[in-house]
């Protein structure tokens, strides 16, 4: 595996714990309201100490969140990372000289290496009459006596740590605004990776240290934030008018730009993320967009994003969130703040000059912005990913592809075999925003916060062995419902059930593996029988059977072996297009008892031989299928 593969998931495992810092947030924000007042101070002493807790015991839920995280949710590893962090907090306290604490960083070192231990161990045979401690069990083992050993070694380069670490914090105090607007680039640059977490977890949680008023240490921008550090929230207030303004003027920008006739669903799509990003600071969908599309546009939002960090900080602008920069962190950590309305004016002027620059931009150089050109959007089959995840799956290089599914709000981390086998194009119609190959077989698809949900399904399908059957696309073309055939034998399923096709070249290719079990006389029509026994009719235009001349031209015979992209019929596109009804051709398979559930792909333009367009599910178990 290569470093930005391992990086990737380690930002992965990174982000899981910060997941538990909204519940923190909003119970410290309820403790702060006039409890006493009103008759309850126990209200206020609950939510604060609750809240506080979190954040006091943050450095134990890192350690289990990145151990469970790297070991694709195994449970010894969470629970080794918890035991080595225990053992570290005794040993450190009475050892030590008072001033070690467990850290995040300490925190993540123990996930770490809990994590790799059990995926390294998991299946360790030690000789019979101790083998109780073989397999996973040896882990548990194995951070027992580890952490004893590094926390021992601990108590000595602690404070060394400690001491680079406040070195760092004077380096960014001494750059002042330029320390910020370096650090609001390298933020949204790796962003694009899925690496931002690795960046964020230094200064939102390692650099600066508080001392409260009860004596308690507190490191990292966030945690003494709401632990009421008045020179804390630098790191995190010029997030918000990035999130909340910013990338929702893109969103408006992408909407107007569109053509007419998508505009609709567009519209729909980016009010949705552009709410999204408002209220929440999910930026991603809308990032994505362009950022393939546009990568120098990124690259200018990049720096955009660091100014705006600059801004802040020349105005003493602090403010800070538990989440992402959107309204509701705004809104709710507000009392801790300080300056904070001043983001509101900098905010609307950083909306509109993204609005104006990136329609300009958009028009100017014909970024190719959703809305532009024919595409899918997840949300027009967002209440159907469950049928749709077989066609995901395909896209990915099917399930001998897939070493690892795993996701995180917005998109698909994937280990797998081969990169080379993902289809690109068939994930962008498929509702995909963005395809990031890191190397190593490391990927990343942005499908936005529906991500979690079609790594569900896809891990279903990865564990259940469905005897399903997919379908290439026999034309080049668009794919269209068969109800929309201008035909009513067709269009009400008489002769089967499946698609068609408006061709836009000459030519029918096998959809699928199979035997040519039926040709016609004239050659508009045939037949294939597939390996799990079902049978599929390809039928070249509507009214064809009667056409004279040698319009089509078969390259195969009946009998004939053929897979999927293999040329079957040429035909003369242009003659049937004005001596025919239709150039509707529907692809059906006529024994449909034998399906027990149907997937489409989106009804757009497909490619010949561009996989997969239609999946189906077996009733039967135990039928037979062509190895590949």
């Given at each position: 595996?290569?470093w930005l593969g391992s990086l990737q998931q380690l930002g992965r495992a990174v982000m899981l714990p910060t997941m538990v810092l909204p519940s923190a947030a909003i119970l410290l924000c309820v403790g702060s309201l006039p409890w006493a007042a009103w008759g309850l101070p126990g209200v206020a ?90 397999g996973s069990r040896f882990v548990l083992l194995f951070m027992g006596l580890f952490s004893a050993l590094f926390s021992w070694v601990m108590v000595f380069i602690a404070p060394l740590l400690q001491k680079a670490l406040n070195e760092l914090t004077m380096l960014m105090a001494h750059m002042g ?452």
């Amino acid at each position: 595996m290569n470093w930005l593969g391992s990086l990737q998931q380690l930002g992965r495992a990174v982000m899981l714990p910060t997941m538990v810092l909204p519940s923190a947030a909003i119970l410290l924000c309820v403790g702060s309201l006039p409890w006493a007042a009103w008759g309850l101070p126990g209200v206020a002493e609950v939510c604060t100490w609750a809240g506080q807790g979190i954040f006091y015991f943050l450095p134990y839920l890192f350690a289990v969140g990145v151990a469970w995280g790297l070991a694709n949710q195994a449970g010894p590893a969470g629970l080794g990372a918890l035991a080595g962090m225990f053992i570290y907090d005794q040993i450190t306290r009475h050892l030590g000289n008072g001033g070690i604490q467990p850290s995040t960083l300490i925190g993540i070192i123990f996930g770490m290496i809990a994590g790799s231990a059990y995926n390294r161990y998991k299946h360790i045979k030690l000789p019979e009459i101790v083998q109780f401690f073989g397999g996973s069990r040896f882990v548990l083992l194995f951070m027992g006596l580890f952490s004893a050993l590094f926390s021992w070694v601990m108590v000595f380069i602690a404070p060394l740590l400690q001491k680079a670490l406040n070195e760092l914090t004077m380096l960014m105090a001494h750059m002042g605004g330029f320390g910020l607007f370096l650090y609001g680039i390298l933020y949204r640059i790796l962003t694009a990776f899925g690496l931002h977490h690795l960046l964020n977890n230094v200064f939102w949680f390692q650099l600066g240290t508080y001392k409260t008023p009860s004596g308690s240490i507190v490191q990292g921008d966030l945690p003494r934030y709401f632990a009421g550090d008045p020179t804390a929230g630098t790191f995190m207030a010029g997030l918000f008018p990035i999130m909340m303004f910013a990338l929702p003027g893109i969103a408006l920008a992408i909407i107007q730009e569109a053509r007419e006739d998508l505009k609709p669903k567009v519209k729909k799509t980016f009010l949705t993320a552009a709410l999204v990003c408002f209220l929440t600071g999910v930026s991603e969908q809308i990032e994505f967009a362009f950022l393939f599309a546009a990568p120098y546009l990124f690259i200018l939002h990049s720096i955009l994003s660091g100014i705006a960090m600059w801004i802040t900080y020349a105005l003493d602008i602090h403010h800070g969130f538990s989440y992402s920069a959107g309204a509701i962190d705004y809104l709710l950590n507000f009392h801790l703040s300080h300056n904070a309305l001043l983001i509101i004016p900098i905010g609307l002027g950083y909306g509109l000059v993204y609005y104006f620059l990136f329609r300009w931009a958009i028009r100017r150089f014909q970024i190719p912005t959703p809305g532009r050109e024919e595409g899918s959007t997840l949300e027009d089959w967002a209440g159907n990913i469950p049928y749709q995840a077989p066609l995901i799956l395909e896209a990915l290089g099917g399930k001998d592809n897939i070493v690892q599914v795993e996701s995180c709000i917005t998109r698909l981390r994937l280990t797998v075999k081969n990169d080379r086998m993902i289809d690109g194009n068939a994930l962008k119609l498929l509702g995909s925003a963005g395809l990031i190959k890191l190397g190593g077989g490391n990927v990343q698809v942005v499908f936005g916060t529906y991500s979690e949900l079609i790594r569900e399904e896809v891990n279903k399908l990865l564990h259940r062995d469905l005897p399903q059957v997919l379908f290439s696309a026999p034309v080049q073309g668009k794919m269209i419902p068969i109800e929309e055939v201008p035909d009513h034998i067709f269009a009400a399923k008489l002769v089967g059930d499946g698609v068609a096709f408006m061709p836009e070249k000459g030519e029918l290719v096998s959809p699928v593996y199979g035997t040519i079990m039926h040709l016609y006389p004239t050659m508009h029509a045939i037949g294939i029988s597939t390996p799990e026994g079902l049978e599929v009719l390809l039928h070249i235009g509507i009214d064809t059977s009667q056409l004279k001349g040698g319009h089509f031209t078969a390259v195969v015979q009946e009998g004939d072996a053929v897979e999927p992209g293999q040329l079957l019929v040429k035909f003369d596109i242009n003659y049937i297009r004005s001596h025919a009804s239709s150039l509707a051709t529907p692809m059906v398979i006529t024994n449909p008892d034998r399906v027990k559930s149907w997937s489409f792909a989106p009804f757009k333009a497909v490619k010949k031989g561009q996989t997969s367009v239609m999946s189906v599910v077996l009733h039967d178990r135990n039928v037979g299928g062509l190895e590949s």
